[in-house]
C-alpha cells in the first residue's frame, strides 16, 4: 500500500504514559490525529491512603495495593487502552556517564560492557543494562574533517536497573492487565515532555513527594543528574513537628497558604522557607559546578514535580537561581480542549513524567 493510503487507514491508536510516584500515580492518554499528539484523558490518584497514611507521603505499598490503585485510576480516568509506556523512578537505576576509547561504532556494544563493570557496583547479570552515546558537541570540525573527531574518546550514558526491582514492576504492571511497550527511567520521560531540543543547556527540577531530582541537558540529552533526599513531604513532616499538628492539617496548610500566607503565617512561611533554601542550595551547587566544569552557562530552570506547585515556590526560585526559572508546561506538547487551558497550565509540572512516557509510545505505536 501507498504512504498516503496507509497513513488514510492507518488505525488511530491510544496510548497510555504510566508514572507511578512515590506518592501518587499520573497517567495520561493520548493519541493520533492528523499528525498530531491528541490528550484524551488524564488523572492522579494519590497512593498514601492505600497504605493508610496521609496524602503527600511517599509510602512503599505491597503489590497487591499498587495493582488495586492503578485499576482504579485507569477506571477514574476512564482510559481506553491498555498499551503504555512505562516510567521507573530514578531511585531505582543507577545511571553513570563513562568516556571509552575511540571503537568502530559495531563495538561499542562490547567496550560498554567492559568498562561498566568498574562503575557498577553489582554483578552485570544481575542488572539490565542500557547505553545511549552522547553526540558530540559537533559532529565535524569547522574543516568538515570528520576523521579528527572521531578519533577522539566517546563519552556514553550507562543505565542499569535491577533484574529484581524491573521484575517486580514487570508483575504489577501485568497485575493490572496493562501491556508495557517499553519502561524507562522517569528522567528520560521528562526531559521528552520538558526540553527542546534547542542548543541551550537548562535544568530540570523534579520536586517530588520523597526527593528532588536534578537533571542538567543539553541539546535534548542528558548530561548530569543529581538526587537530593528531601521533597515536598518533608516540608509537611517539619510543619507538622514544629507547629504541633497533624501531618493532615500540616499538608492542606502547605498546599492552601504556601509562601503565600501572609504576615499572620510566618511561622509557615519561614519553615518553608529553610526547606527550599536547602534544596535551592544544593541544585545551585550543582548547576555551577556543571557551568564551571563544561565552561557551559545554564539558560533555564524548569519546575516540574507535584512540589513546585507550592504557591510562591517560584518566586524563592527566581531569587535563588541567577538564571530564568519557568514552570514546565508539557501539556503544550499535546492538543487539549480550549476551556481546560488553565487546569492543564496549572497540573502541567505533575504530568510532565506520564506525558513524556506517553509521547514516545506514541511514537513506537506509529511506526
Ligand atoms: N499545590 C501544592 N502545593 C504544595 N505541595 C504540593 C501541591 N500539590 C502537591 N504537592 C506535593 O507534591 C508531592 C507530590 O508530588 P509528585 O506527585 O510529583 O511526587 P511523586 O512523583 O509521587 O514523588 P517522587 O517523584 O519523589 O517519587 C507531595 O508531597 C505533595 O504534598
Ligand atoms: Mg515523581
Known amino acids: 500500500m501507498s504512504g498516503f493510503f496507509s497513513s488514510l487507514f492507518k488505525k488511530e491508536v491510544s496510548v497510555l504514559g504510566v508514572d507511578i510516584g512515590s506518592s501518587a500515580i499520573k497517567i495520561v492518554q493520548i493519541k493520533k490525529k492528523r499528525g498530531k499528539a491528541v490528550l484524551e484523558t488524564y488523572g492522579e490518584l494519590t497512593l498514601g491512603p492505600y497504605g493508610g497514611i ?3 507521603r511517599s509510602v512503599a505499598l505491597p503489590q497487591e495495593k499498587q495493582i488495586e490503585a492503578i485499576k482504579d485510576i485507569l477506571r477514574e480516568a476512564k482510559t481506553t487502552t491498555l498499551q503504555c509506556g512505562a516510567s521507573l523512578p530514578l531511585t531505582s537505576s ?3 556517564f563513562i568516556t571509552i576509547p575511540p571503537v568502530p561504532e559495531k563495538q561499542i556494544g562490547d567496550v560498554v560492557m567492559i568498562e561498566a563493570r568498574k562503575y557498577i557496583p553489582v554483578p552485570l547479570d544481575e542488572v539490565f543494562l542500557d547505553y545511549s552515546i552522547i553526540p558530540r558537541e559537533e559532529a565535524f570540525s569547522a574543516d568538515g574533517n570528520e576523521e579528527k573527531k572521531t578519533s577522539e574518546n566517546q563519552e556514553i550514558l550507562v543505565v542499569a536497573i535491577h533484574n529484581q526491582y524491573l521484575n517486580e514492576y514487570q508483575s504489577i504492571m501485568t497485575g493490572s492487565a496493562l501491556e508495557p511497550v517499553f519502561y524507562e527511567i522517569e528522567i528520560f520521560s521528562a526531559i521528552r515532555a520538558v526540553a527542546d531540543h534547542g542548543i541551550a543547556t537548562v535544568m530540570l527540577i523534579d520536586m517530588g513527594a520523597r526527593a528532588t531530582k536534578l537533571y542538567i541537558v543539553e541539546r535534548g540529552v542528558l548530561r548530569a543528574s543529581h538526587i537530593i533526599n528531601k521533597g ?3 516540608i509537611t513532616l517539619a510543619l507538622s513537628k514544629a507547629l504541633s499538628i497533624s501531618p493532615e492539617s500540616a499538608e492542606s496548610l502547605k498546599r492552601t497558604k504556601g509562601l503565600k500566607g501572609g504576615p499572620e503565617y510566618r511561622e509557615l512561611t519561614e519553615i518553608i522557607t529553610v526547606n527550599l533554601d536547602y534544596i535551592f542550595y544544593e541544585a545551585n551547587a550543582t548547576l555551577l559546578n556543571y557551568q564551571k566544569k563544561y565552561e557551559k552557562n545554564v539558560g533555564r530552570v524548569f519546575l516540574t514535580g507535584g512540589g513546585v506547585l507550592l504557591k510562591g ?3 524563592l526560585a527566581k531569587i535563588s537561581f541567577q538564571t530564568d526559572v519557568a ?3 508539557p501539556f503544550s506538547k499535546l492538543e487539549t480542549p480550549a476551556f481546560l487551558g488553565e487546569e ?6 505533575e504530568f510532565a513524567v506520564a506525558i513524556g512516557a506517553a509521547l514516545r509510545c506514541l511514537a ?3 511506526q
Do not use: K
Open 54 to 56: 496521609e496524602v503527600g
Open 94 to 96: 543507577l545511571i553513570t
Open 232 to 234: 515536598s513531604q518533608d
Open 313 to 315: 515556590f517560584i518566586d
Open 327 to 329: 514552570y514546565a508546561d
Open 344 to 349: 492543564l497550565a496549572a497540573a502541567g509540572p
Open 364 to 366: 513506537e505505536a506509529n
